[in-house]
């Protein structure tokens, strides 16, 4: 469900014109929400691997992703959690500790949530301070035997970092989608070119990363997943024009610039 950012001059007329075709309605839909997929341009990860990441289940089948950062806590994007989504917490539960999204680790109910007062919930606006928390009834950590607690970065590392993004999102823009868990590897991106590419000020609450040529990427259904670098939490999958598109890169909530507000609402 990584949100994809299109070019908002035509949305109106993409939608207004009964005569557009599928792919015009794709290309100008601003920030519309998609419910599946797989990373781009990845290969298979094991949980083993990657033991904070989870997938967050509406009604019991994956839509987004997260990062456990305590025992009964996952961190995600405030638009996976959003109440225009999902409206009432008993549709929402994780599945930890499995490479797949469909069975195995452990099935665990959420009991809350908390989301940035900053973020805008509306599937036309910019997704800013685009982070939330999750609550859940039971510990996430152990499941399946290896699920565990990924630390909070406290600075961005220097551009060029390489860092592992994973989800279970498409494989390319549009689909098709995958049960099994996917990783991939892109560098941290300098903000004034990230800027540039999407015309428009990042702030120190955002991190950019990917290739100037693309073919590297999150994409719908890896929201609110993991962007880790040295065992740390740096960023969470947020949005983009796209995916793996070149000249524009992926967009991630920095969790150091919001560190402040995940110490405040939840205490980590």
């Given at each position: 469900m990584k949100i994809?950012?299109?070019l908002g001059a035509c949305v109106a007329l993409c939608f207004a014109a009964p005569g557009g075709s599928k792919r015009d309605v794709e290309e100008y839909v601003r920030y519309q929400p998609k419910l599946d997929g797989r990373i781009v341009g990845g290969v298979l990860a094991n949980i083993s691997d990657l033991p904070y990441q989870v997938a967050l289940l509406?009604?019991?089948?994956?839509?987004?992703?997260?990062?456990?950062?305590?025992?009964?806590?996952?961190?995600?994007?405030?638009?996976c959690v959003a109440?225009?989504?999902?409206?009432v917490i008993s549709q929402l539960s994780i599945r930890a500790g499995s490479n797949r999204n469909d069975t195995g680790g452990s099935v665990i109910q959420a009991n809350g949530r908390?989301?940035?007062?900053?973020?805008n919930d509306c599937p036309n606006c910019t997704p800013v301070y685009d982070i939330a928390a999750v609550f859940l009834?039971?510990?996430?950590?152990?499941?399946?035997?290896?699920?565990?607690?990924?630390?909070?970065?406290s600075t961005v590392p220097a551009v060029g970092t390489l860092g592992v993004v994973s989800g279970w999102g498409y494989i390319r823009q549009g689909g098709p989608g995958s049960f099994m868990l996917r990783r991939v590897d892109v560098p941290i991106m300098l903000r004034a070119d990230c800027s540039s590419a999407?015309?428009?000020a990042f702030d120190s609450t955002t991190v950019c990363a990917?290739?100037?040529?693309?073919?590297?990427?999150?994409?719908?259904?890896?929201?609110?997943?993991?962007?880790?670098?040295?065992?740390?939490?740096?960023?969470?999958?947020?949005w983009g024009i796209g995916c793996a598109r070149a000249g524009y890169p992926g967009v991630?909530?920095?969790?150091?610039?919001?560190?402040?507000?995940?110490?405040?609402?939840?205490?980590v």
């Open positions: 994809i950012l299109v509406k009604r019991g089948v994956l839509y987004c992703g997260g990062s456990i950062i305590a025992a009964r806590t996952i961190l995600t994007a405030a638009h109440f225009s989504y999902i409206t908390v989301i940035h007062s900053q973020y009834k039971a510990d996430a950590v152990g499941a399946g035997g290896v699920a565990s607690i990924i630390p909070l970065a999407y015309n428009r990917g290739y100037v040529l693309g073919r590297k990427d999150a994409c719908q259904g890896d929201s609110g997943g993991p962007f880790v670098i040295d065992g740390e939490l740096v960023g969470i999958v947020s991630y909530t920095s969790v150091p610039g919001l560190r402040t507000w995940i110490t405040n609402n939840v205490g």
